[in-house]
């Protein structure tokens, strides 16, 4: 989980598209104001419209609330079996026409409760109620949101409050969304199921999980609705299937459908497009190196180098027989040498030269400088070479 987290720093801050290859599958006509379609296994972008345009979120603001409050249990801030008292401000949500948990003041609810009416219900009454309790106040928590996205470096997200109501300034993007998702995916496994569940039942009354295709494909398992008249309708969606090359997630964003049949056969049109279209491959296994190389002045005589994570691509259908492999590194190598240190690069070809895609070629294990005799003498035999 650390490398897989140390790799989403480095590289999914800016979902790349595989460029250049033979036959680059085109996507079906979405009806969305703006899509994406990610491969979370090799984190590539597989198709997009206007990902990177500011748009209304609406009920997506809750992934990084959902995601600020996951940490702050993490972080043993909270506990799941807390309560939380439900202020006015919370109990005043109601007045705002939006989704409820259906929570008032005169109830201690738990974190653990008021997370599935955050995610299951999409209660704006939750969202307020675990803001005060992670952040005091929901300004304190709407800055933390604001820090958080600054911190990843999304540039066409903004928050104002906490749950999606339509406001001046609070707005994100298709990619940006896609970012947070796979935040909570990678960082949250164990929170992550939260999101497959079909209903939650809270003071009697029992409530439908308002993504529509948690009952219609048994590979998807999340994620996220979203609607305001501005937004229109709005949905993340996730799906997971073992494949040749091991597990593989695809992840799709729309924004701005006209209804909550839109938004579902969508993003299931688009989903089913990523699993017929493309073919995950698994190039490189996690931890083994792909060149063993001498190195000087150090506590070992060789370092071994691969990709951090392991290394997957996808590819259109039938391509995946045909990549070719190259890397380029620094040399020569001289210690001392940290894991996860890049000292290269690795370059992902079709058949054709066209670039699938680069990776950084890093230190797999730790290398140690020697003792002085030993630097000395490599000082001497690199001299001579």
């Not at 379609?37 to 597989?46: F, G, M, P």
Request: aromatic share 6%; net charge positive.
């Amino acid at each position: 989980m650390k490398s897989m987290r140390a790799y989403l720093i480095a590289t999914v801050t800016a979902f790349t598209a595989c460029t250049a290859l033979a036959q680059i599958p085109q996507p079906p006509e979405i009806a969305a104001r703006q899509y994406l379609l990610i491969d979370l296994a090799s984190n590539q972008v597989l198709a997009e419209r206007d990902a990177d345009s500011q748009a209304d979120p609406a009920s997506l603001t809750k992934l990084m609330t959902a995601y600020l409050v996951f940490n702050a249990v993490r972080d043993k801030k909270l506990t799941l079996e807390q309560t939380l008292p439900v202020s006015k401000l919370a109990w005043s949500e109601r007045k705002n026409g939006g989704s409820l948990m259906f929570i008032d003041t005169l109830m201690t609810p738990t974190v653990a409760e008021l997370l599935r009416g955050l995610i299951v219900q999409s209660g704006n009454d939750a969202a307020v109620a675990l803001a005060e309790g992670v952040g005091g106040s929901v300004e304190n928590f709407v800055a933390a949101m604001n820090r958080q996205a600054q911190a990843w470096g999304l540039k066409n997200t903004a928050f104002k409050n906490v749950a999606g109501l339509t406001e001046a300034g609070h707005y994100s993007s298709a990619r940006d969304v896609a970012l947070v998702a796979a935040r909570i995916i990678n960082e949250h496994p164990d929170f992550y199921p939260l999101y497959s569940m079909r209903q939650y039942t809270y003071n009697n009354i029992k409530q439908d999980n308002r993504n529509m295709l948690l009952g219609r494909d048994p590979t998807i398992d999340g994620m996220k609705t979203g609607y305001t008249e501005t937004a229109g309708y709005c949905l993340v969606a996730t799906a997971q299937r073992d494949t040749p090359a091991g597990k593989r997630r695809l992840l799709s964003v729309v924004l701005g459908t006209a209804s909550r049949d839109a938004r579902a056969s969508e993003s299931q049109k688009l989903l089913n497009w990523g699993w017929s279209a493309w073919d995950a491959v698994r190039l490189f296994e996690t931890g083994k190196p792909l060149v063993v190389v001498p190195v000087w002045k150090g506590d070992k005589a060789e370092a071994r180098l691969g990709a951090q994570g392991g290394l997957v691509v996808t590819v259109p259908k039938g391509e995946g027989d045909k990549l070719k492999t190259a890397l380029e590194r620094t040399d020569p190598l001289l210690a001392p040498l940290t894991e996860g240190q890049t000292v290269g690069t690795i370059k992902v070809t079709t058949a054709g030269g066209s670039t699938v895609t680069t990776r950084p070629l890093v230190v797999l294990e730790p290398v140690g400088l020697a003792g002085i005799f030993g630097r000395g003498w490599d000082a001497i035999r690199l001299w001579i070479k």
